[in-house]
């Protein structure tokens, strides 16, 4: 199973459009991928994550939000 990371905020509009992209691709291919969503508030973001949303599919970040078709090429591309 592959693992697509989400840094995500409470706050955060663009984070909840982004999560539901995901999950809506990630449901077309049942348990080949497994998404996780890292809950962070500003002061506790990590250095590599500058911009809510981030998304970490494979060994590529991706800031903001991703179109499906975008997703889908991100999936096998990593």
Do not use: W
């Not at 981030?54 to 991703?66: A, D, N, Q």
Request: net charge negative; charged share 30%; proline share 1%.
């Amino acid at each position: 199973m592959n693992e697509i990371i989400l840094f995500t905020s409470n706050d955060c509009l663009y984070c909840s459009i982004a999560e539901k992209k995901l999950k809506e691709v990630i449901d077309e291919y049942g348990d080949l991928f497994e998404l996780k969503l890292k809950n962070v508030e500003h002061e506790d973001m990590e250095a590599s994550v500058t911009v809510l949303p981030t998304i970490i599919i494979g060994k590529k970040k991706f800031e903001g939000v991703l179109e499906k078709d975008q997703i889908h090429i991100a999936l096998f591309s990593s």
